[in-house]
């Protein structure tokens, strides 16, 4: 980027600049110079050719000729018929052969830049020598002597500068007294935790006036020693304070031998119980404890949750705060602990330590969960049965109601027609007559499908609110009803998906319902089909026998889109669904689930976005 800056920079610079060999000859031209000139009225190309012969180039040759000469640096020079103030200089200050001519002010505006390239130089190399004398391992008022020297360098007239630091009444430097306006002075305060400590004051011996770059660099210098005077200070405190760490360690030590053999007895004590108990400090540390994987150390918060922070409402912090005892249930994966912590108080009569009882209830919160969970199930399946059955009713008669209105249409448009030729203004519903009858039959037969897919929706309420009361007891062919399946749903599946079947042959048969398996596959591979949306798509079928398990095994397996990690716990509930904007109820899996739980079988997911999902099945044959 560096590079393409300087190249553009350079390329800018040639394009204002005329240069004249030793023989006077142009050798290059810039194209906003020569425009400049020809807008002034002077043609420089046909001057040159003609031997600066008119009066203009004249007066340039001769200035020109007096350049090279006297060996001057620069002359300024004006065309009579030109406001632009022009400059004429050598190319190279050795070689006067080649000239330079160009606009004045363009000049200026480079040796500008080049001087605030020194300049930015010279502060950049005083504040890294000020930081280089900063991390030196020697007394501060040392540093401080030595980075005078340094300051003085990154101003611009260090011969005439006097530089005092004071810290602490600490004068480093020498002070000049200041007499009314003689001196020009810079004073910036050096701070720690914002109280000021001390200063830096610049000041000028002659009448000179600092710009604002020496006032950038004055205030950097005094923040660099602010901080490293800081840092000195901490790294002392530090010191300090290891020491006391060091100190208090050995007093540890000496107390931790002492109470070594009553921590054996109470281990001995502990481990007889099958709850786990762990005392704790004022730190959360692990004193003691029963449980050989958490031990005796550590964080307890850690050992137990594998958390890097304290519980909310943590039971110990509340038996340190109040001496009372607290309880608190905490999830941590999927094992649920009831924690109940008691004080325990020392020589002082006060609770330097609690004893915490961790008690696992998983198996008792995952029974109370499924008796709520089968309650609300219950009431919902009620509610949802009354709604299924109000809504039947009405759509049953719209349903109805279009057959006849699209029958009605058929018998009406025709003699709508005749009336439209006699009459082309006719209009139906304020809507032109061409536009009305484009319509209207689709309109009816969106209004049909609306309908269809509302008694649709009903009938999932009902397949998930009904108690079914029917024996297993029909002979089940599951490659069968898989072949009968595929037949039933070809037509409702897109022409770019591809099924795939890898049935076991003679697979045995089981005891169980053919329709409800049935609507089992229906519900996956129409979800499988759904979740496809590539060319190339793909659904393998594929049924196994396990003689081990006496189990059979069906396989649905798609390459589509895939169910975010998330999401896949919540498949299986009911009116989950990922699809409601294009009509998904979510009863599908919930009742499919319910199905195979009823064939005393099991349904697992595995799914990777992007890749597709694959369901299992496993249905036992023997069902005892």
């Known amino acids: 980027m560096q590079k393409s800056l300087k190249d553009n920079l350079t390329f800018e610079m040639f394009k204002k600049i005329i240069i004249f060999n030793k023989s006077d000859e142009i050798v290059l031209l810039g194209d906003e110079i020569n425009t400049i000139l020809l807008n002034d009225g002077i043609d420089i190309k046909k001057t040159v050719l003609n031997n600066f012969s008119d009066t ?15 060996k001057l640096f620069s002359l300024n020079f004006a065309f009579s018929k030109s406001k632009t ?61 030595n980075s005078i020297p340094c300051i003085k360098n990154g101003m611009r007239y260090s011969e005439i500068l006097n530089v005092v630091i004071e810290l602490d009444g600490k004068i480093i430097g020498t002070k000049i007294k200041n007499e009314g306006n003689k001196y020009y002075e810079l004073k910036e305060n050096i701070l720690k935790n914002k109280k000021i400590r001390g200063s830096i004051i610049v000041t000028y011996l002659e009448k000179r006036i600092f710009n604002n770059e020496e006032g950038a660099l004055t205030r950097e210098i005094a923040r660099k020693i602010s901080r490293a005077l800081e840092n000195k200070e901490k790294k002392r405190d530090l010191e300090k304070r290891k020491q006391i760490l060091t100190e208090k360690n050995k007093t540890l030590l000496k107390l931790t031998t002492e109470c070594r053999e009553s921590r054996e007895k109470l281990q001995t004590f502990f481990k007889a119980i099958e709850d786990i108990i762990i005392v704790i400090d004022k730190n959360f540390n692990i004193i003691m404890s029963n449980d050989n994987e958490i031990g005796n150390s550590g964080k307890c918060y850690k050992k137990l949750f594998n958390s ?28 649920t602990l009831l924690l109940n912590s008691y004080p ?25 969960s499924n008796l709520l969970q089968s309650r609300r199930l219950a009431s919902l399946g009620k509610l949802v049965a009354g709604v299924a059955h ?52 689709i309109l009816l037969e969106d209004m049909e499908n609306g309908s269809i897919r509302l008694k649709k929706i009903v009938e999932d309420l009902r397949n998930f609110a009904k108690k079914d009361n029917n024996i297993l007891t029909e002979d089940v062919d599951i490659n069968n009803v898989l072949e009968n399946t595929v037949r039933f749903i070809e037509k409702q599946i897109s022409n770019n ?105 099991i349904i697992k997911v595995n799914s990777v976005v992007g890749e597709g999902a694959t369901f299992q099945i496993c249905i036992p044959v023997n069902k005892k």
Do not use: W
Request: hydrophobic residues 35%.
């Open 390 to 441: 109000e809504i039947n009713n009405p759509n049953t008669f719209i349903l109805g109601n279009i057959k006849i209105v699209r029958e009605a249409f058929n018998d009406i448009l025709p003699i709508t027609d005749d009336y439209y030729k006699k009459d082309n203004h006719l209009k139906i519903a304020r809507l032109d007559y061409n536009i009305f009858k484009e319509h209207i039959l």
């Open 85 to 145: 103030e022009f400059i004429i200089l050598p190319a190279v200050t050795e070689n006067f052969d080649e000239i330079i001519f160009s606009v004045k002010k363009e000049i200026e505006q480079i040796n500008n830049i080049k001087n605030e390239l020194k300049g930015s130089e010279k502060e950049l190399e005083c504040l890294y020598n000020i930081s280089r004398e900063l991390d030196r391992d020697i007394s501060f008022e040392k540093l401080l002597e």
């Open 308 to 335: 890097d922070t304290i519980c909310e409402n943590c039971p110990a912090l509340i038996t340190f705060k109040t001496t009372k005892t607290g309880n608190l249930e905490r999830t941590s994966g999927e094992k």
């Open 56 to 70: 203009e180039g004249k007066k340039l040759s001769e200035q020109i000729h007096t350049l090279r000469k006297k």
């Open 497 to 601: 998906i591809i099924i795939e079947k890898n049935l076991y042959p003679n697979l045995p048969h089981i005891i169980g319902n053919i329709s409800k398996l049935e609507q089992v596959f229906v519900n996956m591979l129409l979800n499988a089909s759904h979740a496809i949306d590539k060319k190339n798509g793909l659904i393998i079928i594929k049924t196994e026998f396990e003689k081990i398990t006496d189990s059979i095994l069906i396989t649905i397996q798609d390459n589509g889109n895939g169910i975010e990690k998330e999401n896949q716990k919540h498949i299986f509930d009911p009116f989950f669904t990922t699809k409601r904007n294009k009509g998904g109820t979510g009863l599908g899996l919930s009742i499919s689930y319910r199905i195979i739980e009823e064939h005393k079988g």
């Open 344 to 368: 325990i108080y020392g020589k002082s009569n006060k609770v330097n330590q609690v004893l915490e009882l961790c008690r696992d209830i998983t198996a008792y919160k995952k029974m109370e």
